[in-house]
């Protein structure tokens, strides 16, 4: 129809104009970009592409509020035209863009969160991802401050030398948020955490210490010591052996390592079954792994149907370290029942 023969007109002199656009764009030749641009626009106003191209060239030139004034206005037509969603969705992705270059990041992830519900793709996500990980890190960054994590550290040293430990992990982690890189505070709210009996978090927070600082022997101390109350006797025996690689004069990890091998002794002796410590010990991928060996598998059944084969197997020093970590914990034992 006649119609449709001057609407295909149009858009191809419209896009000669767009092309045109594109090539001053990748020169550089912004204004003249613009320029093809809003030819194009003027031909063909149905089509939101070419007011996303002229967007794009605003980014580049630093005027952002005219690139999120041209978008919103372009959004706003999308749902009379009938445009198609992918272009929504470029349309809200360019303005978070501009947000995202503002330093706008809340605005910015409220449009890139609009785009990815018009079309959700791979490479919009990725860029909220981002601009909420700085976001994370820019708030991080400006609440900062060594003087005020140490002031929030001493009123929860006050509060827990007080027992009032509650209030300590609400100052202590005060301090992390003010100076996350110190291991101090993850260790003194580790301590209160132990207080209240919530060795998970406690276990948790002893080792973002050690990441901070592997030597620091308080830590290493503390972590022996949750191991042997969680009875895992295999696993603090591991700490306080590190522990001392690192201080080997420290009479508390030497004190925590002759109590857990004590420990580990009398529960052997004992013939009874500890069916929590048994359970966790399950869990543990390293007791997992030995148990799993096929050739561990063999020396086990050798203990109960040829115990002079399994006494050979215990001159490998190899096989009797992984003897011993299953004894420690709990796993299997040398006593008969």
Not at 56 to 63: K, L, S
């Amino acid at each position: 129809s006649p119609e449709e023969q001057e609407r295909k007109e149009r858009e191809a002199t419209a896009n000669t104009h767009k092309e045109s656009g594109n090539a001053f764009y990748k020169k550089k030749e912004f204004e003249k970009a613009i320029e093809c641009y809003d030819k194009a626009i003027e031909i063909c106003p149905e089509n939101i592409l070419y007011v996303l191209n002229k967007a794009a060239v605003f980014i580049e030139q630093g005027r952002f509020d005219d690139c999120i004034a041209i978008c919103d206005e372009a959004i706003g037509k999308t749902l009379e035209l009938r445009t198609d969603a992918t272009v929504v969705a470029k349309a809200h992705a360019r303005k978070a863009a501009a947000h995202h270059k503002k330093g706008e990041f809340d605005e910015a992830i409220a449009a890139y969160k609009s785009a990815l519900l018009n079309h959700r793709t791979a490479d919009v996500l990725a860029k909220k991802n981002a601009v909420e990980k700085e976001k994370k890190e820019a708030e991080a960054a400006a609440y900062f401050s060594v003087e005020k994590a140490q002031e929030a550290k001493e009123e929860g040293n006050d509060h827990f030398k007080n027992q009032r430990h509650p209030e300590a992990i609400k100052c202590y982690t005060e301090a992390i948020k003010r100076n996350p890189k110190d291991p101090t505070f993850y260790c003194n709210r580790a301590a209160a955490y132990i207080k209240l009996q919530e060795l998970s978090h406690a276990l948790s927070d002893v080792d973002l210490a050690l990441e901070l600082d592997p030597t620091y022997v308080k830590a290493l101390v503390r972590k022996g010591h949750i191991y042997y109350w969680r009875k895992e006797y295999h696993k603090a025996l591991t700490a306080y052996e590190a522990g001392l690689k690192v201080a080997p004069d420290n009479e508390e990890l030497r004190e925590g390592l002759e109590r857990t091998h004590q420990q580990i002794m009398a529960a052997q002796n004992s013939g009874d079954v500890d069916e929590d410590r048994v359970r966790k010990a399950m869990a543990d991928p390293e007791i997992q792994s030995i148990l799993q060996d096929p050739m561990m598998q063999t020396i086990l059944r050798d203990f109960s149907e040829n115990p002079a084969a399994a006494q050979q197997h215990l001159k490998d020093p190899g096989v009797m370290g992984k003897i011993q970590k299953l004894m420690a914990a709990g796993v299997i034992s040398t006593k008969s029942r």
